[in-house]
């Protein structure tokens, strides 16, 4: 059988509003049922951020922990993914949920470009995170804007500064920042298999890039995210109806390269993350 593709659903973001897309789930519940459609769909892992009632993004770690508690009880066994990006709170504030201990947390390991800003992630606040991940026992998902990102993340793993396995996720197509670029990603893949053969890696595209960076991540064999984070619309005149509906054109491709979407057990064990209670 081939190798099992995780599908990551990120379901809010930091910068999608409701005027972008009425489907954007803002509130905990919402966000909760949002996520639950998803998990149906065939999403192991929630990539989740917090909002607060004006839209604008939190770090509110009781926001966090309601959120938390609502999809362990409707998607049982799902992987939980908290964000620590850097629009969501400033500094240590960003990793204000860490004592949550979610399976996982994002990490940025290095600074870059966003549209309209610089994405700042100094090395004391980055090491500060990951101590704290270590501490906590949650597992970093590397967010990769750049290739020194994905060498960085290598080096902090092999001195034992990350907790777990290395999982390194390539964002692709944020303006500024790393486009999405085939050849960029075949040496990105080729750099994995290289230099961590142990890791394993997934794969985000923004915007229309989204199902094109998700079928070449099916493709060669990594796990793939989807979502109303990263992509409001099916199609340049469409938009997408639901978190659910990004995961299922992803899990569709899946099906056309003759990958099983993996289970969230299945995704547990190759992450290497403990079992869901």
């Known amino acids: 059988m081939s190798k099992p593709c995780i599908l990551c659903v990120a379901i809010t973001g930091s910068l999608p509003t409701k005027a972008n897309n009425p ?3 803002i509130t905990v519940s919402e966000q909760v049922e949002s996520t639950h459609e998803a998990f149906e769909a065939g999403a192991a892992i929630c990539h989740a951020h917090v909002r607060n009632d004006d839209q604008t993004p939190s770090s509110d770690p009781e926001k966090f922990a309601r ?8 998607c049982p066994g799902m992987i939980i993914q908290f964000s620590t990006g850097g629009r969501s709170g400033a500094g240590q504030e960003r990793g204000g949920m860490l004592p949550l201990r979610p399976d996982m947390a994002s990490l940025s390991v290095g600074s870059n ?15 500060w995170l990951a101590d704290e991940m270590r501490t906590h026992e949650v597992m970093p998902e590397i967010e990769a804007f750049d290739l020194s990102h994905i060498l960085q993340a290598i080096r902090m793993h092999r001195e034992e500064k990350l907790y777990g396995k ?6 692709m197509g944020v303006k500024n920042a790393m486009p999405a670029d085939q050849t960029v990603f075949d040496f990105y893949v080729e750099t994995m298999r290289s230099r961590a053969p142990e ?13 094109v960076v998700n079928e070449w991540a099916i493709a060669a064999g990594g796990h793939t995210r989807a979502g109303l984070e990263d992509n409001v619309r099916l199609d340049r005149d469409t938009l ?3 978190n ?4 299922r054109r992803a899990a569709e491709l899946c099906a056309r390269y003759e990958r099983p979407v993996a289970t969230p057990a ?10 869901a209670t």
């Open 244 to 247: 659910a509906a990004l995961i």
């Open 266 to 275: 299945q995704a547990r064990r190759m992450l290497g993350l403990r079992p």
């Open 240 to 242: 997408a109806p639901s």
């Open 199 to 211: 890791a394993e890696w997934c794969a985000a595209g923004i915007g229309a890039n989204q199902i």
């Open 113 to 127: 470009n966003f549209p309209t800003r610089v994405y700042e992630n100094p090395p004391d606040l980055v090491d």
């Open 166 to 171: 290395l999982y390194v996720q390539f964002v």
């Open 67 to 74: 959120l938390k508690e609502g999809l362990e009880a409707h």
């Open 23 to 25: 489907a954007v789930p």
